[in-house]
């Protein structure tokens, strides 16, 4: 099994930034990609960015260029870097991880970007 705790999102003017970060621990050693995905109200849960173990990334077109995923030297940690930040990023942001067997969630955290 695998845990993933993530830090508290919040709450951040339109154009802010925020850092989410996401500690993966248990069974990690088959993890082979860690990401982040984001669901709005009323929305289908959506990628927002993931990251393999060999440092290969991808972005939704909606955050490229404004979103950096990122681990950490242990590679049990992701972050998410959010730049120019908009109101339509407004969302429960959860870290996801997954191994040979499954898919792991984390419990969720809000970001709200006020305008």
């Known amino acids: 099994q695998v845990q993933l705790v993530e830090s508290r999102g919040g709450l951040v003017q339109s154009g802010g930034s925020l850092r989410l970060s996401c500690a993966a621990s248990?069974?990690?050693?088959?993890?082979?990609?860690m990401g982040w995905y984001r669901q709005a109200p009323e929305k289908q849960r959506e990628l927002v960015a993931s990251?393999?173990?060999?440092?290969?990334?991808t972005y939704a077109d909606s955050v490229k260029g404004r979103f950096t995923i990122s681990r950490g030297n242990a590679k049990n940690t992701v972050y998410l870097q959010m730049n120019s930040l908009e109101p339509e990023d407004t969302a429960v942001y959860y870290c996801?991880?997954?191994?040979?067997?499954?898919?792991?969630w984390g419990q969720g955290t809000q970001v709200t970007v006020s305008s």
């Open positions: 996801n991880a997954r191994d040979t067997q499954k898919g792991y």
């Open positions: 248990g069974t990690i050693f088959s993890i082979y990609v």
């Open positions: 990251i393999t173990t060999s440092g290969s990334t």
